[in-house]
């Protein structure tokens, strides 16, 4: 148990159509990544949050689109939904400004998208 | 960050030491290598990190060599419930935060 908690967890769409997934951070984080991992693959960092800025992003285009809230907590957005975005979509929290090494980052179960 | 590069599967039995190895040819100064473990449809979880040499916790060891260009994840006496997919990463969070960079990670396969 991470303390990080993903919503849904599943969810099923159709071509086109836009998703909003959720994300609650552990308790005293102030960073929130999200990945994406298709089957069989590793995680794929999408993009990053920290106090409410986006703080670096992946190769995903815009229509992947993200928010984080004053609680921490996050969305990640995804228009004009395609096939291939089918996946597992995880978050992550983290504690940033630690300065040296990554620190620990705390995942959630994940979302599991469907796009039919 | 660096690319990792690491052995697609493994196969082990109960009771006995794994050891995953991992290269880092391209490492930095300030990169730290960091090992998660992923069971199927759940997210990763944090196993260990280390900077050099060695580094224990209560559930792995991390062996890393003076050059730093590889390290070798240690699993003792695993059991079934060891049987998932490893990652090693290297970066820092120089800059704020963390944005891990997966390779396709290890596959292990604990048998009984």
């Known amino acids: 148990e991470t303390g990080v908690t993903q919503s849904p967890t599943h969810l099923i769409k159709t071509r086109g159509q836009q998703v909003t997934l959720r994300c609650s951070s552990q308790s005293g984080h102030n960073t929130v990544s999200w990945y994406q991992q298709a089957l069989g693959q590793g995680p794929q960092f999408i993009f990053q949050y920290y106090r409410e800025e986006e703080n670096g992003r992946g190769n995903f285009p815009p229509r992947f689109s993200g928010l984080q809230f004053p609680n921490y907590s996050s969305e990640l957005n995804v228009n004009a939904l395609e096939l291939d975005d089918s996946a597992l979509y995880l978050c992550?929290?983290?504690?940033?400004?630690?300065?040296?090494?990554?620190?620990?980052?705390?995942f959630g179960q994940g979302t599991r998208l469907t796009v039919v | 960050l660096a690319k990792t590069t690491q052995p697609i599967s493994m196969d082990s039995y109960e009771g006995q030491e794994v050891n995953i190895t991992c290269s880092h040819n391209n490492i930095a100064t300030n990169d730290y290598i960091t090992w998660y473990q992923q069971f199927p449809s759940q997210g990763p979880r944090f196993i260990i990190q280390?900077?050099?040499t060695k580094v224990t916790n209560e559930v792995a060891s991390l062996f890393i060599p003076a050059d730093r260009k590889s390290s070798t994840l240690s699993l003792p006496r695993v059991s079934l419930s060891d049987t998932a997919v490893y990652y090693c990463?290297?970066?820092?969070?120089?800059?704020?935060?963390?944005?891990?960079?997966f390779g396709a990670g290890t596959i292990l396969r604990v048998k009984s």
């Open positions: 990463l290297v970066g820092d969070s120089l800059g704020g935060g963390n944005k891990l960079v």
């Open positions: 280390g900077y050099k």
């Open positions: 992550a929290s983290s504690l940033a400004g630690q300065g040296r090494g990554m620190t620990e980052a705390f």
